[in-house]
């Protein structure tokens, strides 16, 4: 069965750095485009990051922009999100994701597979 797995989260301080890894196991997700999501207490989930199938291309909320890259793996079928300049506005818990359609790779609803979470805590 096809599933995406976070990990990488953890507390840390205001300015500090984390990465945050997804693996992804039972399926060929190469073909898949692949993105990052975070929802904090009482918001709605929002987009943070995506990147294409082959690597070549990478978006970001405004947000992030300049302070998180993502980036991905094939061989070991991951991507990464490095976050740096953390700031406790970042606080929530991150889900990856994979889409089938790059178009819509900021929307939520048009995720074909998510990732259980992780959460991310950035002390003042």
């Known amino acids: 069965q096809a599933q995406l797995v976070e990990s990488g989260g953890g507390l840390v301080q205001a300015g500090g750095s984390l990465r945050l890894s997804c693996a992804a196991s039972g399926s060929t997700f190469s073909n898949y485009h692949r993105g990052w999501f975070r929802q904090a207490p009482g918001k709605e989930r929002e987009f943070v990051a995506a990147v294409t199938e082959s690597g070549g291309r990478a978006d970001y909320a405004d947000s992030v922009k300049g302070r998180f890259t993502i980036s991905r793996e094939n061989a070991k079928n991951t991507v990464y999100l490095q976050m740096s300049s953390l700031k406790p506005e970042d606080t929530a818990v991150y889900y990856c994701?994979?889409?089938?359609?790059?178009?819509?790779?900021?929307?939520?609803?048009?995720?074909?597979?998510w990732g259980q979470g992780t959460q991310v805590t950035v002390s003042s």
């Open positions: 994701a994979a889409f089938g359609r790059w178009t819509m790779a900021r929307t939520a609803a048009s995720a074909t597979y």
